[in-house]
């Protein structure tokens, strides 16, 4: 029982803190920080506070009866949020800015081959997948069947059947395999 009476204490002392101090901390931080962030910093200066409690000069056992005694300590709680969000925001910025002169390369046949990305854009979303799984990822139409849910016969019926579309867009008349070395799959019988 005695625990529950210095918790409840505890959590009035903290309500008289906030009420007294809540209003001159936020127009504090309204004029050093974005209005988007003021709320979050007031948020963690008020945790601040609630952790550090028993820290703060001037605070008696019962309601706040010296703003003057209290406030600049707590002003000095908020500059550090402040500060800390400013930091965050900072690594923020240079990781941003470092993922974008970091950029990943551009997927194969992307920026080299237009022709090709217009053909292929032709294709329908099932036949597009079922080509890209077979020419970039070297998947065999048993394979294909798997990542797509059809039968391998049905993999293979698309594939023929997109392969001589996109033939024919590119204008491509020789038997060569797109995306496979030449006797890639075949016995050197």
Not at 25 to 45: F, G, S
Request: net charge positive; glycine share 8%; charged share 30%.
């Amino acid at each position: 029982m005695l625990e529950l009476e210095r918790a409840r204490a505890r959590e009035a002392r903290f309500d008289a803190l906030a009420r007294a101090v809540a209003k001159p901390l936020h127009r504090y931080l309204l004029r050093r920080a974005d209005a988007d962030a003021v709320d979050d910093i007031l948020a963690e200066t008020m945790l601040v506070l609630w952790r550090r409690l028993e820290d703060v000069p001037g605070l008696g056992k019962g309601p706040v009866t010296d703003l003057d005694g209290v406030l600049p300590w707590c002003y000095g709680v908020a500059r550090g949020c402040l500060s800390n969000a400013r930091r965050a925001d900072g690594r923020r910025l240079r990781l941003v800015e470092r993922l974008t002169r970091t950029a990943p390369p551009p997927m194969p046949g992307e920026a080299d081959h237009p022709e090709l990305q217009a053909a292929l854009g032709t294709l329908g979303a099932l036949d597009r997948e079922v080509v890209l799984l077979w020419a970039w990822e070297g998947l065999t139409p048993r394979e294909i069947a798997e990542v797509t849910g059809l039968t391998a016969n049905a993999v293979s019926i698309r594939l023929h059947r997109a392969k001589k579309k996109l033939a024919a867009l590119l204008d491509r008349k020789n038997d060569d395999k797109a995306g496979h070395e030449m006797g890639e799959g075949r016995s050197n019988r």
